[in-house]
Structures are given as structure tokens and as C-alpha cells.
């Protein structure tokens, strides 16, 4: 199976922060790796899909980078309502696997 | 709107079985691939199993191969995950996730709407 591994697993950060998050594969997942976010008691959100594709209806602050294995997603300017979990997913084959989450909080 | 609603949690005795359902709306429910999704307590996402969207393949994870089947009924809108020989390890909010995209032979495997989870919990 592909190992998914999120740095950091958690983060604190302000209101206006540059905040990235970085996801590394355990093999060369081309460009099949999805971002999502979650909040408590809630279902995950899709951010990004493709590594760089923003799923439609969500912020331009949201973008993801990369390929192969290694993996950012960057949120430019933090507002209040994105405090929350984001997971990496990969898409590349199954069973899918996804990273263990990063909790991002205010500072 | 796309609408997900899963049914079926509850409490249940290990080596028991439960069926969850996820009622599907809003989008042609025949023409996509569709997926478990499961979070044990305070714990990340671990994805279970997809059904392609006719029915005609179906993965696992490892976990659950030999315990649990996905099924679908196209003509309820409908997905099914039948849960046998439960552990405590199956405790967790379980989510039905919609695929983006399949064809005859491969799926995107990402998902752009879930629903709201049912929760399963195995004890004792």
C-alpha cells in the first residue's frame, strides 16, 4: 500500500499567515493526490484535486502543488473559518490511502 | 443539490453484522462510482471500499476484505455496505463519498460530496 505522510500534524498560525502543508508518497503518485478539509463533527470538504486543481467553489487562498511524491498545499492569506483539519489523499491506487491530517490552530 | 444520506449505525456485539445505507439525490446516481469512507474516534480518514458505478468492480481495503460488501441498487439510488464479523477496530463514523469520474476501467478516486456519516460502534 502507498504510505501518505503529512508535516507537520499540527500548526498554529494568525489570521492573514501564508501557511503551507506539505504530504510526501511512499512511491511516485504522478500528480493523483487530493487535499481536503475538515472540521469537527463535519464531513471532509475537497479543496484540491489533481495536486494543483481547485475543485470548484473554493477560495483562490487554497492551491497545491507538486508531483511524483512530494506535495504542498498553501493557504495565502488564513482566514477564521479555515482553522480547522486538512488530509492528502492519494488517487493513484487502491486500496487509497490518506495522510494523518494536520491540525491547523490559531495562534 | 447533490444530497448523501447515510442510515444504519447503531450499536452492535463484536462478531455481529449491520448494513449501512446512503440514500443518494440530485445527480444521475447510475453513472457514478461511489465509496466508504470511515474515521474511528479522534482519528484521520481511512477509505473502506468503491463499487464502480454499474456495479461490475469493487475494491477493499485490507481490513475489511472477506468481512465486509459494497453493493449498489441503481434503480433505488441507493448504496449498501454490508458489515459482517464486526470488531471493536470498526468503531467509527462511517461516510459514503460520491467518485468524480469512472469509466469501464478506471476511477478518479477522489470525492467531491459525502454525506453526513452514520455512526457505527462495536462493544460489548
Known amino acids: 500500500d502507498i504510505q501518505m505522510t503529512q508535516s507537520p500534524s499540527s500548526l498554529s498560525a494568525s489570521v492573514g499567515d501564508r501557511v503551507t502543508i506539505t504530504c510526501r508518497a511512499s512511491?511516485?503518485?504522478?500528480?493523483?493526490l487530493n487535499w481536503y478539509q475538515q472540521k469537527p463533527g463535519k464531513a471532509p470538504n475537497l479543496l484540491i484535486y489533481?495536486?494543483?486543481s481547485l475543485q470548484s467553489g473554493v477560495p483562490s487562498r487554497f492551491s497545491g502543488s507538486g508531483s511524483g511524491t512530494d506535495f504542498t498545499l498553501t493557504i495565502s492569506s488564513l482566514q477564521p473559518e479555515d482553522f480547522a483539519t486538512y488530509y492528502c489523499?492519494?488517487?493513484?491506487?487502491?486500496?487509497?490511502?490518506f495522510g494523518q491530517g494536520t491540525k491547523l490552530e490559531i495562534k | 443539490q447533490v444530497q448523501l444520506v447515510e442510515s444504519g449505525g447503531g450499536v452492535v456485539q463484536p462478531g455481529r453484522s449491520l448494513r449501512l445505507s446512503c440514500a443518494a439525490s440530485?445527480?444521475?446516481?447510475?453513472?457514478?462510482?461511489m465509496h466508504w469512507v470511515r474515521q474511528a474516534p479522534g482519528k484521520g480518514l481511512e477509505w473502506v471500499a468503491i463499487?464502480?458505478?454499474?456495479?461490475?468492480?469493487?475494491y477493499y481495503e485490507d481490513s475489511v476484505k472477506g468481512r465486509f460488501t459494497i453493493s449498489r441498487d441503481n434503480s433505488k439510488n441507493t448504496l449498501y455496505l454490508q458489515m459482517n464479523s464486526l470488531r471493536a477496530e470498526d468503531t467509527a463514523v462511517y461516510y459514503c463519498?460520491?467518485?468524480?469520474?469512472?469509466?469501464?476501467?478506471?476511477?478518479?478516486?477522489?470525492?467531491?460530496?459525502w454525506g453526513q456519516g452514520t455512526q457505527v460502534t462495536v462493544a460489548s
Open positions: 463499487i464502480w458505478y454499474d456495479g461490475s468492480k469493487k
Open positions: 463519498a460520491r467518485d468524480t469520474y469512472c469509466s469501464s476501467t478506471t476511477c478518479s478516486i477522489y470525492f467531491d460530496y
Open positions: 440530485g445527480f444521475t446516481f447510475s453513472t457514478y462510482g
Open positions: 489523499q492519494q488517487g493513484y491506487s487502491t486500496p487509497s490511502t
Open positions: 512511491q511516485n503518485i504522478i500528480n493523483y
Open positions: 489533481a495536486a494543483s
